[in-house]
């Protein structure tokens, strides 16, 4: 596998930023090239490391000729379109994504932006990168655990909107775990379909986008409260599984649907990490009223109402947390 940095930007100057694993891993591709280099993991997604870059980007001498080059997974990502668009009032950026996260999901959509107080992603901007090089051999070197979060990203995406592609993640499990490229290649080009048909119709998340937050309201609740003990996906798949039983409590699902979605993330040994009862009910809800998706008194909610067909209903928090209770 090649990269070729200089090729990306045209006649920009080009700066990478990247993260310590990365770099150690492909610092090899930036010769020649200004690194500026963040602390891998989530607890570093915040207005510290954005600081930082902006520091490095002074004494880089970086002007408005620059590009900048996000070489990572969603964290490096989200934070390199965020300094892009805010750093004299916007450079020019691009990606190239290494994590099956990123590749799915992160790379596109023009979601920027970090953590701050403990509320996730609260400080951002909305907007697109302006190329993506996206070669999933990058995936040979990612921890199994990082490459099965990714799978959670490209389930939930199913359960939204594909049923097929539910069906076919169940069958090529095998083949997806042994990392087979034509697969991988297939089941992220599916992905980015549907994200970017939904991104189309409501780029800002007001609407139809945000079934894309399927799992996420109580996913971002235990990411959170597990401190960096769970990664994204765990955290995620944990909150799909109880979307899942939510819906089917409140009879919008059936109940062997359930069994299916449960089912497959156990095939996938992908929420082994989780313990949602280490966390009180009330733990979860002050988490979850740190959500972006919250209002007043309710939260937007993803229901699924089969495999492949979700819907967006206000919550209010008092029944969440009684729902938390009952199913838990
Ligand atoms: N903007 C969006 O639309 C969007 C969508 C989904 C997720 N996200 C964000 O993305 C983040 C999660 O993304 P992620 O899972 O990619 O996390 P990440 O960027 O933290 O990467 C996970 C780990 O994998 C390592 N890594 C990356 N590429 C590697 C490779 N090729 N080989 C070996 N190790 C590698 C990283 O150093 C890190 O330790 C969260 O902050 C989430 O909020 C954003």
């Known amino acids: 596998m090649f990269i070729n940095i200089k090729n990306m930007v045209g006649s920009n100057r080009p700066i990478v930023i990247t993260d310590d694993k990365v770099n150690s891993i492909y610092g090899h591709f930036f010769d020649g090239i ?37 070489v990572g997974g969603g964290l490096v990502l989200d934070m390199t379109g965020f300094v892009a668009s805010t750093f004299m009032r916007g ?12 590749m799915a999901d992160a790379a596109y959509g023009g979601k920027n932006g970090v953590n701050f107080n403990g509320f996730k992603n609260i400080i951002g901007t909305f907007k697109e990168a302006e190329f993506v090089y996206s070669q999933p051999e990058f995936l040979k070197t990612l921890d199994e655990r990082e490459f099965k979060a990714g799978i959670v990203e490209i389930i939930k995406t199913a359960l939204v909107m594909d ?31 549907i994200k970017t048909d939904l991104v189309k119709l409501d780029m800002f998340d007001n609407d139809e986008r945000r079934k894309l937050n399927l799992g996420h309201t109580v996913g971002h609740a235990l990411e959170y409260l597990s401190e960096g003990v769970l990664n994204h996906g765990e955290a995620v798949a944990e909150g799909i599984v109880f979307s899942a039983n939510a819906s089917v409590a409140l009879g919008y699902l059936k109940e062997e649907e359930l069994k299916r979605i449960e089912e497959l993330f156990w095939s996938y040994s992908i929420n082994k990490n989780v ?35 979700s819907f967006i209903q206000a919550v209010p928090f008092g029944r969440l947390e009684e729902l938390l209770h009952d199913l838990y």
């Open 91 to 102: 450079l020019s950026f691009g990606f190239v994504p290494t994590t099956l996260i990123a």
């Open 34 to 70: 200004d690194v500026i280099v963040l602390p891998q993991g989530e607890l570093n997604k915040n207005l510290d490391t954005i600081k930082y870059v902006y520091q490095r980007l002074i004494e880089l001498e970086a002007d408005r000729t620059c590009s900048l080059v996000g």
């Open 163 to 193: 049923a097929d592609l539910f069906s076919f993640i169940e069958k090529e499990r095998d083949k997806i775990l042994n990392l087979e490229m034509e697969l991988i290649e297939h089941l992220i080009k599916r992905t980015l379909k």
């Open 275 to 309: 313990n949602i009862k280490k966390y009180s009910e009330k733990d979860i809800i002050d988490a979850i009223k740190k959500d972006k998706k919250r209002n007043d008194s309710s939260v937007n909610f993803v229901f699924i109402q089969n495999i492949g067909k």
